[in-house]
């Protein structure tokens, strides 16, 4: 199972691109990435996933390098609503996998 | 959009109660999960589930049980509630997609022992 890293707090400003980088060094190669959304007293919810390169949905963009070692997920003009816990999961396709959420990264957006 | 479903989402009960935590699914999703999760902390997995008669013990030891009878129904059960067991509890069941184990989750289901 990939361990995943990721920082544990960041703060921005409404209007401001938010970029969260998550380190997965031995990531497999049948992993691929999904990022969640946790806002409080709520249970977390997709947002995007990625095996490789760049995938944008209307939320978000996934980056992923050839080395698929890292990935980061930006956040377009964040508002206040985009303060969440994001956490980074990386999922083996198939049978035995158990999601464990870990930290995840704390975003705080202020006026 | 996701349909898993918790009941009840708050309960206040007293200590030494039994209680019974509800959630099903309606997408036919074999693997099915529960978390505890206290106030800006770290989700902990506690049990879940490959399907029907399979029941294991997540990372987190908790002193619930649960059943899974059913595909879609996977109750959490507290025997005896304490004040330690305070907490909020999310269900969760993840589908066999191309990608991988998408994960989607109920409300919650806050308790609270008094």
């Known amino acids: 199972l990939a361990k995943t890293t990721q920082p544990i707090s960041m703060d921005s400003y409404e209007g401001q691109e938010v970029n969260i980088t998550c380190s997965h060094n031995n990531i497999a190669t049948n992993d691929y990435i999904t990022w969640y959304q946790q806002f409080p007293s709520q249970g977390p919810r997709f947002i995007i996933q990625g095996y490789k390169t760049k995938v944008t949905n209307e939320v978000a963009s996934l980056f992923i390098p050839a080395d698929r070692k890292s990935s980061t997920l930006s956040l377009p003009r964040v508002s206040l609503s985009d303060t969440a816990v994001y956490y980074c999961?990386?999922?083996?396709?198939?049978?035995?996998?158990?999601?464990?959420f870990g930290r995840g990264t704390s975003l705080i957006v202020h006026p | 959009e996701a349909d898993i479903y918790q009941t009840p989402r708050y309960l206040v009960i007293g200590t030494g109660k039994k209680i019974t935590l509800e959630c099903s699914q309606t997408m036919g999703h074999d693997k099915m999960y529960w978390y505890q999760q206290d106030p800006g902390m770290e989700l902990h997995l506690i049990h879940y589930?490959?399907?029907?008669?399979?029941?294991e013990k997540g990372d987190l030891s908790s002193e619930s049980t649960v059943s899974r009878i059913r595909t879609e129904h996977f109750p959490l059960t507290l025997e005896s509630a304490r004040p330690s067991h305070t907490s909020q509890y999310l269900c969760?069941?993840?589908?066999?997609?191309?990608?991988?184990?998408?994960?989607?989750f109920g409300e919650g289901s806050w308790l609270t022992v008094v």
């Open positions: 999961l990386v999922a083996l396709s198939g049978g035995s996998y158990i999601p464990t």
């Open positions: 969760a069941s993840s589908a066999k997609d191309r990608a991988g184990n998408t994960i989607y």
């Open positions: 589930s490959y399907g029907v008669n399979s029941t």
